[in-house]
């Protein structure tokens, strides 16, 4: 039995120990590089984003900012790697929708979306363009459907199982009742040359990687997959408006995570952090509106709200598609 003595320096010693952790989150964080994990290839939205934060972020933070891509099983290999990394706020996964899709189309996930991470900051948004080659017959969404049914078996390209263009494009199907055909591509970087090349159909996929394609006109834009339309693509109406469909919608997020346990300073500082890099209007004018990325930077607390409301959506959403996880 502890005599009265030694639980009084046992106290003492949580209370020291509990202090020295406080000053290890506030005082000495950063104490090594900082990565970047990025579940996607180069050339996505998400590592456009990583590298526009690992150039910016060195010189407030005093330590280097590195990226790392970790494509593979639709995200899941790099969020399995950042959910089992010290919850020291050294290793940071830059993560989409996918994030929540992944539980609906996933029957297992070596972890969890929501109690393995804590949200940093939703950064930015990105318009999802449905998106053909010019040798296409088509150049409207009625001309697309009907080639569509006229045609079925169309293949559609994705960055993966369970990524915002395998979602968008599944319920495009249900709602539709077009038969098409998923082609997965390791990262939403090889969407652009297999529709380039003519190897699919067509790919729902973010609009940075197209804009230059659609400039030289080899590749045609058919409608926004969000809610409203887009200031790059002024006439090009939403999917919902040319179908018509109403109802459909697929809007897509990026945003920062790091692992559930993470002190509560260093969150705060890389909410901080990562907020005044996106939100600085010079950024804004050079980097982040000519890709079509719309800059957010939300608090922690904010971006749960959203994550919880999301898994909620994307669970009805693959219910009534009839999407069963595998």
């Known amino acids: 039995m502890l005599n009265k003595r030694t639980c009084i320096l046992a106290a003492l010693a949580a209370v020291l120990g509990a202090q020295a952790g406080a ?42 900012v590195v990226v790392e891509n970790k494509p593979g099983a639709g995200g899941n290999i790099a969020t399995e790697f950042v959910a089992k990394q010290p919850a020291d706020g050294h290793t940071l996964l830059i993560s989409s929708n996918t994030h929540l899709v992944n539980a609906v189309f996933f029957a297992k996930l070596p972890y969890d979306p929501i109690g393995d991470f804590a949200p940093v900051s939703l950064v930015a948004t990105i318009p999802f363009v449905l998106t ?14 009907a080639y569509a049914r006229a045609k079925p078996g169309a293949t559609f390209a994705t960055g993966g199982i ?7 494009a599944e319920l495009l199907k249900t709602m539709t009742g077009i038969e098409i055909v998923h082609v997965p591509y390791k990262g939403a970087a090889f969407l652009v040359p297999a529709l380039l090349a003519g190897e699919i159909t067509f ?25 409203r339309r887009t ?81 909620v959506k994307y669970t009805k959403l693959a219910k009534d598609a009839g999407i069963k996880p595998e």
């Open 162 to 168: 369970g990524t915002p263009h395998h979602l968008g």
């Open 132 to 145: 053909v080659n010019s040798n296409l017959p088509v150049s409207t969404m009625k001309e697309f459907l």
């Open 23 to 64: 000053g290890l989150a506030q005082g000495t964080w950063p104490s090594r590089p900082i990565r970047f994990v990025v579940p996607f290839p180069p050339g996505g939205s998400n590592d456009i984003l990583a590298r526009l934060f690992a150039e910016h972020l060195p010189g407030s933070l005093g330590q280097p």
């Open 231 to 311: 200031p790059l693509l002024p006439d090009v109406p939403t999917i919902a408006e040319a179908g018509p469909l109403p109802g459909y919608a697929m809007d897509v997020w990026l945003g920062i995570l790091v692992r559930s346990g993470t002190p509560r300073p260093i969150v705060d500082r890389l909410n901080a952090e990562i907020n005044r890099v996106i939100r600085d209007p010079k950024i804004i004018d050079e980097k982040l509106k000519p890709l079509g990325l719309s800059p957010m930077g939300t608090t922690p607390e904010r971006f749960k709200e959203i994550m919880k409301e999301d898994l």
């Open 203 to 227: 790919s729902i996929a973010a609009i940075n990687s197209l804009l230059p394609h659609y400039k030289s006109g080899r590749l045609r834009p058919i409608a926004v997959a969000g809610e």
